[in-house]
């Protein structure tokens, strides 16, 4: 795709021609802080201590009280014990893909709507709970008892592996087991059936392992041996492998008054849109092709939202995704391409495969979305 783009400025109407597409799956209900999601240090938070700000806790995003409240009183009702036997050992702030805070029940619909919450950690010294929230609690599900890998059968830690270097054309050293969590699955199939497959329905005992390779991530579910095993595809994170934009498709490097741009192009409409973000706030949006202008909208965002933004991308080294490209699946249809530019550099992909994207990426997309939706 080539773009044929006029200068930003024309020195006789001193127009400025720029266009916007806002992602719609991208769109989210609270405003973002342009840092990176929590991690760090081990805070720990027992019922009667979450109204206390642990010394040793150097999160710079504190869980709030409602929401520990809620899962160590809903870890106790379900086994039965005094909320003072457990504890918060780890969380993170999240943003969930749907309403299910992705963990659907069986045959459960759910909306398909960003969610921001959290995923904690709860434990006993003996055995941990993974739980995933909404952002004050009031929605909770638990994914399930988290066991160490150490725990987990030399036969199944190998068989896993195995599949999991094939899969990614990795050698094993590479690979990391990054979560093994005891299950029992419903049936034969370990609840991962092929189209037509008829599945014993009966209980299996068995494992759900994660293994991890930079960015990607694979999802097995295995019996207690490991000689069934079986990839969860939906619950895997593989991104997609890149390759180089050619010079000739690159868009005009950015002005030096312009902190970032978009281009999108495609979809039902076959439309293309620009944007282009200024140091001094404005957000310019017009549709390219439109001889009247009647598209062309100017919003704005605070300087230091600008300036956060900036730091944002740095932090989140957007300069290592320079001109390259994330293509669509093959024989893929009406999506949308996307193309961002920074003074770093320019970053191509597309709606239909943002999930297989590198979570870096994911994150700094989600962050130029709701900056542009802010904008006023």
């Known amino acids: 795709m080539k773009f044929m783009l006029k200068d930003y400025f024309n020195p006789n109407k001193m ?33 009667e201590t979450t109204n206390e700000v642990l010394k040793d806790n150097i999160k710079p995003n504190l869980l709030p009280r409602p929401v520990a409240n809620a899962v160590l009183q809903d870890l106790g009702r379900r086994q039965g014990i005094s909320t003072r036997q457990v504890q918060i050992i780890d969380y993170n702030q999240q943003t969930w893909r749907n309403g299910c805070l992705e963990l659907p029940q069986a045959d459960e619909l759910c909306t398909q709507a960003l969610v921001p919450g959290w995923r904690l950690v709860v434990s006993n010294d003996k055995q941990n709970w993974i739980y995933h929230t909404n952002s004050n609690g009031r929605s909770l599900r638990l994914a399930s008892t988290n066991t160490s890998s150490d725990k987990l059968p030399a036969s199944v830690k190998n068989a896993v592996l195995q599949a999991a270097s094939k899969r990614l054309q990795q050698p094993i050293s590479q690979l990391t087991i990054i979560e093994a969590q005891q ?22 005992s068995g494992w759900r392992v994660v ?19 079986r990839l969860n595809q939906k619950a895997s994170s593989s991104s997609l ?82 001109n390259l490209s994330y293509p669509a699946p ?39 979305n709701q900056l542009a939706a802010s904008a006023k």
């Not at 991962?192 to 599945?199: H, K, M, Q, R």
């Not at 293994?211 to 095993?229: C, D, R």
């Open 330 to 368: 093959s024989g893929a249809a009406d999506y949308i391409t996307y193309t961002l530019t920074s003074q770093q550099g320019t970053v191509q992909y597309n709606d239909i495969s943002l999930n297989n994207l590198p979570k870096s990426l994911q994150t700094i997309i989600k962050a130029w």
């Open 183 to 204: 299950q029992t699955w419903r049936d034969g199939c370990l609840e991962l059936p092929n189209a037509d497959e008829f599945c014993t329905q009966a209980l299996v």
């Open 15 to 47: 127009r400025i021609f720029t266009a916007l597409i806002l992602t719609g799956i991208l769109s989210v209900a609270s405003s973002l802080t342009l840092i990176k999601d929590a991690t760090g240090a081990t805070a720990k938070f027992s019922l």
């Open 241 to 322: 492998t890149p390759v180089q934009i050619p010079v000739s498709q690159l868009p005009p490097p950015l002005a030096r008054y312009v902190v970032f741009r978009q281009i999108s192009s495609g979809g039902f409409a076959g439309r293309t849109y620009e944007t282009v973000l200024l140091k001094d706030g404005q957000l310019i949006r017009v549709r390219i092709g439109d001889a009247n202008d009647s598209e062309r909208s100017v919003r704005r965002v605070s300087v230091q939202q600008v300036q956060q933004f900036q730091r944002f991308l740095e932090l989140s080294k957007f300069s290592k995704f320079r």
């Open 211 to 229: 293994v991890g390779q930079g960015e990607q991530t694979l999802v097995y579910h295995t019996n207690q041996t490991g000689s069934a095993i």
